[in-house]
């Protein structure tokens, strides 16, 4: 039997197109990152109820109270949530020392997740969103700035399947990231 390459596996590609926003601003990259910190909560909350509960044991209004409990404090306005960070730029400095710093962030929230999957489960593949943070040097290697760089929501998270109704709640996201990030700078 003849194997089958990729594409036959794979018979439909569907095409998207993304936006890549990226915020430049003079403030230090420790202070974005701070600020960054400072504005989302802690999913610590959300991962322990998961933890504690077997799948479907507790019902979506109970998940959304333990969501909602740790997402809408006056610490948190954003209503979002830190799930993983990665300090790339320590790593990578093994690898080349003195490369300006860079951090990624995990952010997001099930419950905005879970009102774009109520139209499309597709749509969890780019969730929660990633946020990557910047050191900016100059060629001789002098702090300029720093950068945020992100993907909107509406570019990778709509579908055909989810038509309009999703990409209704993608756009909504997409202010809400865009109003958080400037938060930051």
């Known amino acids: 039997m003849a194997e089958l390459s990729f594409d036959q ?86 690898f080349r020392p003195n490369n300006p710093r860079f951090h990624k962030f995990v952010i997001g929230n099930p419950i905005f997740l879970k009102n774009m999957v109520d139209y499309d489960n597709v749509a969890s593949l780019n969730a929660p969103w990633n946020f990557l943070v910047l050191e900016v040097l100059d060629k001789d290697g002098k702090y300029v700035g720093t950068k945020v760089v992100f993907d909107l929501p509406s570019g990778t998270m709509g579908s055909e399947a989810g038509g309009e109704n999703l990409n209704v709640q993608s756009r909504l ?6 109003a958080v990030v400037q938060s930051w700078l």
């Open 9 to 94: 596996l794979c018979p439909y590609v569907e095409d998207f197109t993304g936006h890549r926003y990226t915020y430049t601003t003079n403030k230090a990259y420790v202070d974005v990152i701070k600020s960054l910190r400072a504005s989302v909560a802690s999913s610590a909350a959300v991962q322990a109820f998961l933890r504690e509960s077997e799948v479907g044991k507790f019902s979506g209004e109970e998940f959304k109270a333990v969501v909602d409990k740790a997402a809408n404090t006056a610490e948190n306005p954003s209503g979002l949530f830190l799930f993983v960070e990665f300090n790339h730029g320590q790593w990578y400095n093994s």
């Open 173 to 178: 996201l997409d202010e809400k990231f865009k």
